[in-house]
């Protein structure tokens, strides 16, 4: 499992992952390991980040980098349309069309097939200019699903979500941005061991373009955070009136 996340503010956007591998059953895991990539960059100023099978999806961004390099691809909207219809034929060429399913409990029909779950972040740069952030997954046949809210989060997102309508704002700057996204990834590996691992993010702005954050710049960032939490304990700690 993972935690995957993109959140955009006021001058640009992050996007960010764990880089934990988890094998047997998520109820109670048989093994772990935290060397996984899982953010890529696309085309100038487009990103992915990838939830599911992990070698699965990197052999699909590879085969994907080709064809945008190819057919000189550059606008976010245009690489989601490229997953969205190539995308979905490629799967159906390994797996077939029709699901693998599993009927062992009566009335459950499950998709066996390998999951690949993407998060897309990125500007139409040659374009109108605005800034997307899409989820598609191959349950859905990579149906683009466009994000109206400022962040989307996949694979184990239930305390990121919360973290996420407690503290986020859609005016808050790119830097503060960048603690927040860490956060979510670092507060979800305290409570979940399925999340883990060193945390990779990288920035996408309209101006820019992709970069990955270098590991001194996050560790700049976790630590601040850290001092913060410090705080925070403290704030409850201290007798009222003190």
């Not at 996340?5 to 109820?27: H, Q, Y």
């Not at 599993?102 to 200019?129: C, E, H, L, W």
């Amino acid at each position: 499992m993972t935690l995957i996340a993109s959140l955009e503010g006021k001058d640009g956007m992050v996007l960010a992952s764990d880089s934990r591998g988890t094998i047997g059953d998520p109820r109670g895991l048989t093994a772990i390991n935290d060397v996984h990539k899982k953010i890529f960059k696309l085309c100038s100023h487009c990103g992915i980040a990838i939830a599911g099978s992990s070698e699965l999806a990197n052999q699909f961004i590879d085969l994907l980098n080709k064809r945008i390099q190819e057919n000189k691809i550059s606008d976010v909207d245009h690489v989601v349309n490229e997953i969205s219809t190539w995308g979905k034929k490629q799967y159906e060429e390994w797996f077939g069309s029709r699901p693998w399913v599993s009927t062992a409990q009566q009335g459950n029909i499950i998709d066996q097939r390998p999951s690949m779950i993407f998060i897309v972040s990125g500007y139409n740069s040659n374009t109108d200019k605005k800034s997307r952030i899409y989820l598609l997954n191959n349950g859905l046949d990579f149906t683009p699903q466009l994000c109206t809210t400022g962040h989307m989060l996949a694979g184990v997102p239930q305390y990121a979500t919360y973290l996420i309508h407690r503290l986020y704002n859609p005016e808050m700057k790119l830097e503060n941005i960048k603690s927040l996204t860490a956060y979510l990834v670092t507060e979800t590996a305290t409570q979940d061991p399925k999340v883990g691992g060193p945390l990779r993010m990288a920035k996408i702005t309209l101006k820019d373009g992709y970069a990955e954050l270098p590991n001194a710049e996050i560790d700049a960032i976790l630590k601040k955070n850290e001092e913060q939490n410090i705080k925070l304990r403290e704030f409850f700690f201290k007798e009222q009136g003190k």
